[in-house]
């Protein structure tokens, strides 16, 4: 069965196995996120790979683990005509209590997985989700700049919107840079919001973050070395800091209480990317929570820094990075 994305606030727990395809990542999140607060379920996230290299372990963890007792929300990421198999499976099964998400990127017409949802005379459910045009992606900005009081002229937010490439997840990304940046101002020139969009065409910031976390001083100097962060970048960059460094703290105390690191970084809120993955879990076996707590102190001292002091920015943060990484 087709639905449009609009209608899935029609689901119940009789449709629960969804198939989510196409590239709109951001349209994706904000969906599941509907879901999860319609029905007050746990989320838990799997990868393809995953299942199909232990398929008896997934199906153990489902019927006789806390997940069935539960009633859950399972979205299997990254899906293809691979897991195909173990969706039949499931349909057989006639699993009421846990809803499936299969989430695909683009999935061809004769795919076997999209026909089979597509075709399903069953409570399966079929969900395109296709890029945002630019009058979504315009109507979407101007709304979140306006709940925010954040002024940007029509060629301004056009031009944010060219670097999206049709994702309203990175035209969000890039708004929230521009949030960043203004915590300390109240305008942003036209040349600044240029060299803030166009900062992911070199290494990025959240890239130095993690590699700094990580205790990754080579690559850390590397960055700083690849790039010519201006005086701005620099606030940027310590509330990015600041902000992963608050994330990190959550997941090492939910590491600390689960003891299992991938389910740690599975059930993440916000949900981690999966390129970021393997170095998150990194950062989660070096951080204890008392350290954790104290660079925060250090990154809010570092930020007051900043501001009150004639002290050149870069120096100072790239000395605050490079130590903290070593």
Not at 231 to 249: G, S, V
Request: net charge positive.
């Amino acid at each position: 069965m087709i639905l449009k994305f609009y209608e899935l606030d029609k689901l119940n727990f009789q449709n629960n196995l969804i198939l989510f395809h196409g590239k709109n990542a951001g349209l994706k999140d904000e969906e599941i996120q509907k879901i999860k607060n319609k029905f007050h379920k746990k989320i838990t996230n799997y990868d393809e790979k995953q299942i199909i290299e232990d398929k008896e372990k997934f199906f153990e963890t489902i019927f006789n683990g806390s997940l069935f007792d539960e009633g859950q929300i399972i979205i299997i990421n990254r899906v293809s005509d691979k897991i195909f198999k173990i969706v039949e499976e499931l349909n057989e099964k006639e699993i009421n209590d846990i809803i499936f998400i299969f989430n695909a990127e683009i999935l061809e017409k004769k795919s076997k997985l999209r026909n089979f949802f597509e075709k399903s005379k069953d409570n399966h459910i079929s969900v395109a989700f296709y890029p945002d045009n630019d009058d979504t992606l315009f109507k979407l900005a101007s709304n979140f700049l306006n709940k925010q009081k954040i002024s940007l002229s029509r060629e301004n937010i056009n031009l944010i919107i060219s670097k999206s490439n049709n994702d309203r997840k990175n035209l969000l990304n890039e708004i929230e840079k521009i949030k960043l940046f203004l915590l300390n101002k109240k305008q942003i020139t036209n040349e600044e919001i240029l060299k803030l969009v166009n900062l992911s065409e070199n290494h990025s910031i959240n890239e130095l973050i993690n590699f700094c976390l990580a205790k990754n001083g080579k690559q850390t100097l590397n960055i700083l070395n690849d790039n010519n962060f201006s005086n701005e970048d620099c606030f940027i960059i310590i509330r990015t800091m600041l902000k992963k460094t608050k994330n990190l703290l959550d997941l090492v105390k939910q590491y600390d209480d689960n003891n299992n690191l991938e389910t740690t970084i599975n059930n993440a809120k916000p949900p981690i990317f999966w390129k970021e993955k393997e170095i998150i879990k990194q950062q989660v076996k070096y951080w204890k929570i008392d350290n954790i707590r104290k660079l925060i102190e250090e990154i809010n001292q570092t930020e007051l820094t900043l501001k009150k002091y004639s002290i050149n920015p870069v120096n100072l943060i790239s000395n605050f990075l490079l130590e903290k990484s070593n």
